[in-house]
């Protein structure tokens, strides 16, 4: 039994350590389309493939702490008001939209809109400004495509680990 | 892929396209004004055909440089920790802007017949 909490606490630990360095590695890329809150969300890689191998709240925990983490050490405050409101909004999401017929992709997709949406709202608060609106139709597609390729990616892990967990 | 993936893909694009048609559908594609919101309130309120280059200052000294050159509008430089407005596109479109969130800056390209019915902030 003792062995096992180990097991899960290292487990966790290397999912925040991974969702870390995507973050760290995405903001090392110059992502200049021009348009602002267009990023890849590798980390959101991490957080995807933990909501199908951890429990709901452990997944939620990498999530958050990695937001916070990310934010803190190559962010300022601002990145972490949009990271948080939109990591959260997604992720809430995700969690029930996995129940739905989609599958690992769409719910990824859902996650990547949701999360720019939240992104948005916290920018047009932030600013009292509805015209802010004007950026929804290219950060939806924008989530929509960087929820694709990150849900690929996310399918072909889970199938992996969740075979290797049947063969251990 | 699932089938409601895809159903999910149609549905953003029917969001989409219809976000689209409404904000840009309203008030033709080029403007000819460039508005300067700091705070939600306009600061300055610039022809669009004129080249022109603008230093705009917030209450606490922070600055954006705003320039006008062919008809198009961007900001130069700004001292704010992201510079994402700097590299922001050049805008000319009505509805186009380019914000600074740091520094509660907007900038937008407005049509005359939009600023009619904004209050002026200066006289």
Redesign the interface.
């Known amino acids: 039994m003792k062995s096992n909490k180990v097991k899960k606490i290292a487990l966790y630990g290397m999912l925040v350590a991974l969702a870390f360095t995507f973050s760290y590695f995405e903001s090392l890329i110059p992502f ?1 389309f ?3 809150g267009v990023k890849l969300g590798l980390a959101n890689l991490v957080v995807v493939v933990a909501l199908y191998i951890v429990s709901p709240a452990q997944a939620f925990s990498v999530a958050i702490i990695r937001i916070l983490l990310a934010s803190i050490t190559f962010g ?1 405050v ?2 972490l008001a949009y990271s948080l409101c939109g990591g959260i909004l997604s992720f809430a999401v995700m969690l029930l939209a996995r129940k ?4 690992v ?2 719910v990824s ?2 996650g990547g ?1 949701c999360h720019n949406i939240g992104q948005i709202a916290v ?1 047009a608060i ?4 509805v ?4 950026y ?2 290219v950060l ?2 924008a989530g ?1 495509v960087t929820g694709l390729l990150i849900g690929i990616v996310s399918k072909l892990i889970i199938d992996r680990l969740i075979k290797i967990n049947k063969d251990a | 892929m699932k089938k409601a993936d895809f159903i999910l893909i149609g549905i953003v694009a029917v969001i989409v396209i219809i976000l689209l048609i409404a904000l840009y559908a309203t008030g033709g594609n080029s403007g000819n004004r460039v508005q300067i919101e700091v705070d939600s309130q306009v600061v300055e309120t610039l022809p669009l055909d004129t080249d022109a280059e603008k230093i705009i200052k917030t209450e606490k000294g922070e600055t954006n440089t705003i320039i006008i050159k062919d008809g198009k509008v961007s900001i130069l430089q700004a001292d704010c920790p992201d510079k994402i407005c700097v590299h922001h596109r050049a805008i000319s479109r009505t509805g186009e802007s380019i914000i600074c969130l740091p520094h509660k800056l907007v900038v937008s390209v407005t049509n005359d017949k939009n600023t009619e019915n904004e209050i002026d902030a200066v006289a």
Not at chain 1, 100 to 103: A, I, Y
Request: charged letters at 10%; glycine letters at 6%; aromatic letters at 6%.
């Open positions: 200049d021009g348009i602002p300022n601002y990145s739905t017929k989609l599958s992709i769409g997709m859902l809109i920018a932030v600013m009292s400004t015209r802010i609106v004007y929804l139709p939806l597609v929509l």
